[in-house]
């Protein structure tokens, strides 16, 4: 999240070097090949009994789920049993804002049940790169780099690609082209004051659908959050924090199928630091205002270690905090688990998770207690499994 107001200059000076909406930073050492680690792995047939599923709607009764070659499976023959005593298994968890840093950042997040990983800015694609398809580690997409304006805060990093920042529409095609080209899953759009202008934003939205491309918005005002409907974007993440969302916009969200990430993790840090403007009522407004309207919901953390930022929700952990915010905005416990489950799989095309049935990766969090009668039992994790390879878990 990035600071975008007037008011707020002074504090932009401090942070401004780094900009939480762009983790960029030197690829650091990283552990052997994804080659290499899969041959440290093994795929264990694994059949658990006596365990109870979230479905997406409820908790079943006992049954039994099989792990075969990282998939869900069928047949529990030759499968070694582990009996969980009834406990509740979850799909793996899916934080839908962060910033990847390095390998440690994959092993905090599988740590807490967070499967998969949809990074929200990372540059260079080198780093990107080091952290894709790693056996037993979360699986991870990411924007690559940002389309932000002359003058932004992510504009004044150092290493901050020059091709992407932006001064007219012209150079919204060259720009989708090359973040193709880098490996990036998504496109991202840098909507804050100083700002691109509407054209602009309008153009990479344009090229970026016509590479067949989702576009997420960083908007973090009302009048923000309009321009980037306006545009036809497809994701908003974060929310204002000048004033909840009035219910007519709220409602464009669902005329227009746009997604909202709204972060309240971050949202509540920045709210601490008592910045004139930023009221962390009006985050948890705006969310409530979207649940009411029926928008539907992501939940995602920003978490980042980002320099010069001063809120770095944890990877990881951060998300079950996700959870308890969202469900304070209004969300019931339900719709909360599917903000982290089903529902950013399909929001993000993911076709093989966020469900635990027959052919899905075995991305799964047994846990102990009921989430739909209490929240943060997602914080009790007794085992997790990222694609067939069991983690040990580092919350519970």
């Known amino acids: 999240m990035c600071i975008n107001h007037t008011n707020r200059r002074d504090f932009i000076k401090t942070a ?3 900009g939480a909406a762009v983790a960029g930073v030197s690829a650091l050492a990283v552990p052997a090949s994804a080659q290499a680690r899969e041959q440290a792995v093994r795929l264990e047939k694994i059949a658990l009994t006596n365990v109870r599923i979230f479905d997406g709607d409820r908790v079943t009764s006992p049954l039994t789920v099989i792990i075969d070659n990282g998939r869900i499976g069928i047949s529990p023959l030759g499968a070694r049993r582990i009996d969980c005593g009834g406990a509740v ?3 793996g968890l899916t934080d839908a804002h962060v910033h990847l840093r390095d390998v440690n950042t994959l092993h905090a997040l599988a740590g807490s049940g967070v499967t998969t990983a949809l990074d929200m800015a990372s540059f260079p694609p080198s780093l990107v790169d080091s952290l894709r398809g790693l056996p037993g580690l979360p699986d991870i997409r990411s924007a690559g780099t940002p389309a932000v304006a002359p003058g932004s805060p992510q504009s004044q990093i150092p290493t901050f690609p020059r091709d992407a920042v932006l001064t007219g ?3 919204a095609i060259q720009f989708v082209r090359s973040r193709v080209t880098e490996g ?6 840098i909507i804050d004051e100083p700002g691109l202008s509407p054209e602009t934003i309008e153009a990479v939205t344009t090229a970026a659908h016509s590479a067949r491309k989702l576009v997420m918005a960083h ?8 321009r980037a409907l306006d545009a036809d974007v497809d994701m908003i993440h974060h929310v204002p924090m000048d004033s909840a969302l009035p219910v ?5 969200f669902v005329s227009t199928g746009t997604v909202a990430v709204p972060t309240l993790t971050m949202m509540e840090g920045f709210g601490k630091l008592g910045i004139p403007g930023m009221d962390y009522a009006a985050a948890e407004g705006s969310v409530a205002a979207l649940r009411r309207a029926g928008a539907r919901i992501l939940a995602g953390t920003d978490a980042n270690l980002t320099p010069g930022i001063p809120v770095q929700p944890p990877y990881g952990t951060s998300l079950h905090h996700e959870l308890e915010l969202l469900i304070r905005a209004g969300l019931t416990n339900r719709e909360a688990l599917r903000a982290a489950t089903s529902l950013p799989a399909q929001a993000f095309g ?6 635990i049935k027959v052919g899905n990766r075995a991305d799964l969090v047994l846990i102990d207690g009921d989430p739909l009668a209490d929240i943060t039992a997602t914080r009790a994790v007794r085992r ?8 040990a878990p580092t919350i519970g």
């Open 16 to 18: 401004a070097a780094a």
């Open 89 to 91: 298994l979850l799909p």
């Open 169 to 171: 529409p012209e150079q």
């Open 184 to 189: 990036s899953d998504y496109i991202k759009i």
């Open 219 to 226: 908007a973090t005002s009302t009048a923000m959050v309009v």
């Open 248 to 252: 007519s916009v709220a409602a464009r």
């Open 350 to 355: 993911l076709r093989d998770r966020g469900t």
């Open 384 to 391: 997790v499994w990222v694609g067939g390879v069991e983690y």
